[in-house]
């Protein structure tokens, strides 16, 4: 029904929706002349100040295409006055730098149009700003921000809707300069990333208290696994630094075939459990007093973490009734609001949302379609939403060994703004990678600051629209998405068609605004602005594709199309997408035609980006893969914020026996030496050396056989390879210039990210060779094409 990017799994000319397809071929940027511009404007000049991204490169000749150097995201074609204030890329981008001026133009392309976005994200420096008035546009609501532009000293024109506003008295009081009469120089004129103090016009009800509420899994499997030490133990740990205030809220509740609730009220002299045995029809044992107030309850709580861990160990219940004690949980958030955090063992097999195993294990590796990748059940996502309504989110940790049907328990979180962690074959013992993995990953839940009953909406310049969201939330209304809590690891995307034609615009913007209440009881809107030029040739719009951004983008439409139709479906899709734009480009932008596959330089990563994808574990057909493992694999291709869905895509392959401080960063007076990125392609590897592959959740240390010496025993720590201990998982902290370089490194990546990915040292022998070798995605495999080969089927499909 949208006249969108079409994600077609057929080559149909028919499905394109093309409104208007009387744009002429390769036109001429023309666009209005310069007389008819601002005088910013004017300076802009697209056609000439894009040469390389329009070089054009033949893939099949061209094979070291990859750059040594991760690519930067592509900076739009603004006058430097905008450019220099724009939005961050890290916190919003768009598929396309330039925005077509028309649907039928954007059809042309062939490529999707949508933004991708980490609006909560941790920043250095954020301006903060406290005023009574915040100014925004009286007809579309859009905060005042770095594109609008002062028709004199009290007007300003709101370049979403192009109304003219007023300017409040108060806003001609700069607070940074302390000066009156420069409206244009306040902050939220100077920033394109601001937050605001909200006054009370910006809440339903007084600002909701931090309430976190713990539910466990406590079952004869749950003990088994011992992850309830390590949970117990982190929350000791950390439970100072639970982000809130004196009003901070927290609370229990473990269940097995039972659902036990904890009295933790003042003035106990321990904690009582409560056992609620009848799961038909969960009732709250008492009415207050298990959920707390933190600081006048600290004692006790301590207490039961303290107690927790052996109050269950002979157990001898089997059976898990998660649906029951998610009710139990909804019910006692359901008056504040708050953060629900679930962790589960098994498949639930008791009760309202008990599950049935459905995977089919001798299907794993299949080429053909997989099935059961939606939910089996609505019970979660019915739960989700009426946890959504109140406030609540749910996340889910996943610590199993067996399958526990993600694909429906996952609903939960999605539609309620959670998240959702996995850690499969989690066990205490035998697998002390997830065991730490589960650690730091705990610590960063724990700590990272969290936003309370939040709203995001997103808003375009007339003519623009959004028609699908991608992550976590529930949609309430077209542009308003719903997030009972908001995370700073959560990232979104949106897929846009273009309504109107943008004819007589330069520029356009989007801006997203993020209302919620911090741990502290304050509302607060965090507001990004972006800003565009409009373009009405083919050409400018390659030359601003983004392909990165398009990658991922394209690699949540695939999920989506994955469990709507199929994954064979959503495989064709993303080939075609290659396919497609490649096509229009050979077609609509290239003058002279030459034999080859033909890309423009800032495409020349698509193809390998999109073998990536089809290789991906969400995405592979012929590979061994657990139906769980595949499906969270698509949740954070949807979920994460780009920068560490492209590690999961196309991981970073670095050879680390020869790290030198050339080229080094110098960060906090320490050294982190820079390698060199390589394809992934065995042929890279060589025997004499180690090489580390960035995986985004996961890094592997490859060595190899003929290591170099001075790597094992200055770096590893051994005497020989022999001596490389099979499933290490840390590097020795030896007192020597090569083992503090790789440390260095291996910690520096590290800190990108907010999760932390267990490292993996791999022999040939080792078992988790095949992992290592899988994201080898240049070579060819038994059920798989290469990427020469790949490139050969995209030119063949392209020249029929
Ligand atoms: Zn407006």
Redesign the pocket.
């Known amino acids: 029904m949208f006249p969108s990017f079409s994600f077609n799994s057929t080559k149909c000319q028919n499905s394109w929706h093309t409104p208007n397809t009387s744009v002429s071929h390769g036109a001429m940027a023309g666009g209005p002349g310069p007389a008819q511009l601002s005088p910013s404007l004017a300076a802009m000049s697209l056609q000439s100040s894009t040469p390389e991204a329009l070089r054009v490169v033949n893939l099949l000749q061209e094979r070291n295409l990859l750059p040594p150097t991760p690519i930067p995201a592509p900076t739009p074609c603004l006058p430097q006055d905008l450019q220099k204030v724009n939005c961050h890329p890290e916190v919003f981008r768009s598929t396309l730098c330039n925005i077509p001026q028309t649907q039928s133009l954007l059809n042309k392309a062939k490529m999707p149009l949508g933004l991708l976005l980490h609006p909560f994200k941790d920043l250095s420096q954020l301006p903060v700003v406290t005023s009574s008035t915040i100014v925004r ?1 009286r ?2 609501r ?1 905060y005042i921000n770095p594109f609008v532009s002062f028709l004199d000293q009290r007007r300003w024109k ?1 370049n ?4 003219v506003n007023d300017v409040p008295e108060e806003f001609m009081y700069n607070p940074v300069s302390r000066s009156y009469g420069e409206p244009h120089k306040r902050p939220e004129v100077q920033n394109a990333t601001i937050e605001f103090i909200a006054p009370s016009e910006y809440m339903l009800r007084p600002p909701q208290p931090a309430v976190y509420l713990f539910i466990l899994d406590v079952s004869h499997n749950a003990v088994e696994t011992g992850y309830l030490n390590v949970f117990c133990q982190s929350l000791l740990d950390n439970i100072t630094s639970l982000p809130g205030d004196s009003r901070t809220k927290i609370g229990f509740i473990t269940f097995d075939s039972t659902i036990h609730f904890y009295n933790l009220q003042e003035g106990l002299s321990q904690p009582q459990m409560l056992i609620v045995s009848d799961i038909e029809d969960i009732f709250l044992p008492t009415p207050d007093s298990l959920l707390v107030n933190l600081n006048e309850c600290k004692e006790l709580v301590q207490d039961l973490l303290k107690s927790l861990p052996t109050l269950f160990q002979k157990t001898m219940e089997t059976q898990s009734a998660l649906g029951s004690a998610l009710q139990a949980g909804f019910k006692l958030l359901s008056p504040t609001g708050g953060r629900m955090t679930v962790f589960q063992t098994q498949l639930p097999n008791l009760g309202a949302g008990a599950l049935q195993s459905r995977e089919d294990p001798n299907q794993r590796a299949s080429a053909k379609d997989i099935q059961h990748l939606s939910p089996a059940t609505d019970f979660y996502k019915t739960l989700a939403l009426d946890c959504s309504g109140q406030q609540v989110a749910v996340d889910l940790f996943m610590l199993s060994a067996q399958y526990c049907d993600l694909a429906s328990l996952g609903c939960i979180s999605r539609f309620s703004a959670g998240s959702v962690y996995h850690y499969p074959s989690y066990h205490h013992q035998h697998n002390p990678a997830q065991v730490e993995c589960f650690q730091k990953d705990l610590k960063r839940y724990l700590t990272r600051k969290i936003g309370f009953e939040a709203v995001m909406r997103i808003r375009c310049s007339k003519g623009l629209s959004i028609h699908t969201f991608h992550g976590n939330f529930f949609v309430r209304s077209t542009d308003l998405l719903s997030l009972p809590n908001v995370n700073p690891d959560a990232g979104f995307a949106v897929q846009m068609s273009i309504d109107e034609n943008l004819d007589d615009m330069q520029v356009v913007s989007f801006q997203a605004a993020l209302l919620y209440t911090s741990s502290k009881g304050e509302r607060r809107i965090r507001v990004h602005t972006l800003c565009l030029p409009v373009v009405n040739s083919l050409s400018d719009i390659f030359a601003g594709a983004d392909v990165q951004a398009i990658t991922g983008l394209l690699a949540c439409m695939a999920v989506d199309r994955s469990v709507t139709s199929s994954l064979g479906d959503a495989r064709d899709a993303l080939t075609n997408a290659a396919i497609d734009s490649l096509t229009s480009y050979r077609q609509n932008v290239l003058t002279i035609q030459q034999p080859g596959l033909l890309s423009p330089a800032c495409l020349r990563l698509f193809p390998l980006f999109v073998l990536a994808l089809l290789k991906q574990k969400s995405f592979r057909t012929g590979t061994s893969t657990r139906l769980d493992d595949r499906v969270f694999s698509m949740c954070q291709l949807k979920y994460q914020p780009l920068a560490y869905s492209m590690l999961m895509i196309h991981p970073s392959l670095y050879r680390v026996d020869d790290l030198t401080d050339e080229g080094a960063l110098n960060i906090n007076e320490r050294t982190i030496p820079q390698p060199r990125l390589l394809q992934l392609s065995v042929e890279k590897l060589s025997r004499e050396g180690a090489f580390l592959m960035d995986a985004g959740t996961v890094i592997y240390l490859w060595i190899g056989q003929n290591c170099n010496p001075i790597f094992l025993t200055q770096v590893l720590g051994v005497p020989n390879y022999a001596a490389v201990p099979e499933n290490l998982n840390l590097l020795p902290d030896l007192d020597t210039a090569e083992s503090q370089r790789t440390r260095a490194f291996i910690g520096w990546l590290r800190d990108q990210r907010p999760f932390f990915p267990s490292l993996h040292i791999i022999r040939d022998e080792s078992q988790r060779k095949a992992s290592f070798m899988q994201n080898m995605i240049e070579d060819r495999t038994e059920s798989a094409l290469s990427y020469y080969e790949f490139l050969l089927h995209l030119q063949q499909q392209i020249s029929k």
């Not at 979403?160 to 109304?163: A, D, K």
């Open positions: 546009c007809s579309c859009t709101c979403l809707c192009n109304r």
